[in-house]
């Protein structure tokens, strides 16, 4: 068509997945092809559409069959320490991708109702049942995630609904902890080192919103106040004294969590979420493409935004609910 200059084709692999290799126009770069992927995997006739950068210039499109994700990963093998990285799932390419305990922050996991939140975190909190140097402790409204952990030297963790006061309690104790840490700090570090004597804290928030709603229906003695203001602290002066904390909920809404606490998160999962706005609380960088087909995700596909990496699609490992809880067992009280 006279007038009209389209990115060249230059070559084309057969093998699976077919790749296309493609020259772009002067000035275009990467993004500008990736804005509606879905369409052209629609219009190819394929499952998907995948964009990656080739050299300058030019970028590789990957033609896929069948989503790469659509794989069941089983159970991972547990960390056998502290400076071995978690094993979160598996990208678009089979790359496994974990995350640091000794250098990471706080994590947000967000996703509706059957996404595949409980899953993912039974992959986590198995793999460190037996990590010398790591605790877990927390607040669990739905009594069942943190059941399995025995309470040891650390505050927590809380259970159930009976005693909203209990949560608060817990909470505030491990702010104390941390105070108490911080000021252990050696004067040429800035954070402890974790070991046997301080190991690393995983203080996992199991439906957040759902707790803020009970306090604030019970409204005495402001716990709800009390227990944002502990998670606060948590989040901006925990990492230095080796305390993570995990926040999980169906929406990561702006007023359970706010900008400031998401700042903190150095991991942010979404598995499947209804709507853009939910998607882009934790990943503002997310094309309308990549949100829209998020919204049908099958359970423990999540995006994930973390340090020093591209938004990333992968896949969590499967645990249920009895392998999780025998492995919690039967790795005792360490
Ligand atoms: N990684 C996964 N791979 C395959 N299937 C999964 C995965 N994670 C979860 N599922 C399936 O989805 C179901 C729901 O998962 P899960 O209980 O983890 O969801 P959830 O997000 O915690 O939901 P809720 O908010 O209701 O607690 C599981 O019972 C399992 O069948
Ligand atoms: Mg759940």
Redesign the pocket.
Known sequence: MPGLSLPVVTHVDLRTPTTLTVRLLPGQILADLTGDLSRLAEGMGVAAVRVRPFRHGWVHVLLLPADPLAV??PHPRPVPDLERGVYL?KDEDGKSITADLVTGAHMIVQ?????????????VLGQVASTPGVRVTGSDP?GLLLAPWPSLELPGPALGTSDPAAHVAVLEGLVAEMDRRVALIPADHDSLPLGADHPAVLVVLE?YPGLLRLLDAVDSKGLGKRIRAAVARLLAEGRKAGLRVII?A?RADASIIGGYERGQASHRLS??VDSVDALRMLHPNATPDAAGDHSTA????ALLSAPGMPLTRL???????RTYTKTIRSAGTR
């Open positions: 069941t990963i799932g996703g509706a109702t059957g996404s595949g939140k409980s899953s993912f975190l039974y992959s739905t439906e999980v169906q598995f499947r099958l359970p423990g596909i896949r969590a490992p499967h645990v249920d609910y």
